[in-house]
C-alpha cells in the first residue's frame, strides 16, 4: 500500500510564504512524476506545478516567480515552497505521485489528502 500525505498547509496574510510537503510511504519502487495541484471553492482542480525525477520542473504561469517545487528522492518527499502568496492562492492543496510499487507492477498515480491554505488579512 502507498501513501502520500500532505503537510504544511494554514493561514498566512496577503504577501507572506508557506511551505508544504508531500511524503510518500510504503510499498514503494520508483517515483516518477510528482505534481501539485489545488482545488478552490466551486472550482476546477489545476495544476500547480510539476516535477519529474530527475528535478526538472514546471510551473503554472499563475505561480510563475512566487512557487518552487523541489524533491528530495532519497526521502520520497516533494515540497512546495511558496512565496508572495495572494488571496486567489486559496485552496485546498493536493500532491499526486506517479509510482511504481515493484519491478514487475504498472506505474500508478496516487493522491494525497490534501492540505488547505487560505490567505486572509
Known amino acids: 500500500q502507498v501513501q502520500l500525505v500532505e503537510s504544511g498547509g494554514g493561514l498566512v496574510q496577503p504577501g507572506g510564504s508557506l511551505r508544504l510537503s508531500c511524503a510518500a510511504s510504503?510499498?514503494?519502487?520508483?517515483?516518477?512524476?510528482m505534481g501539485w495541484y489545488r482545488q478552490a471553492p466551486g472550482k476546477q482542480r489545476e495544476l500547480v506545478a510539476i516535477?519529474?525525477?530527475?528535478?526538472?520542473?514546471n510551473i503554472a504561469d499563475s505561480a510563475k516567480g512566487r512557487f518552487t517545487i523541489s524533491r528530495d528522492n532519497a526521502k520520497n518527499t516533494m515540497y512546495l515552497h511558496m512565496n508572495s502568496l495572494k488571496p486567489e492562492d486559496t485552496a485546498v492543496y493536493y500532491c499526486?505521485?506517479?509510482?511504481?510499487?515493484?519491478?514487475?507492477?504498472?506505474?500508478?498515480?496516487?493522491w494525497g489528502q490534501g492540505t488547505q491554505v487560505t490567505v486572509s488579512s
Open positions: 499526486n505521485a506517479a509510482i511504481r510499487r515493484n519491478s514487475d507492477s504498472e506505474i500508478t498515480m496516487y
Open positions: 510504503g510499498s514503494i519502487f520508483s517515483i516518477y512524476i
Open positions: 516535477i519529474d525525477s530527475g528535478g526538472r520542473s
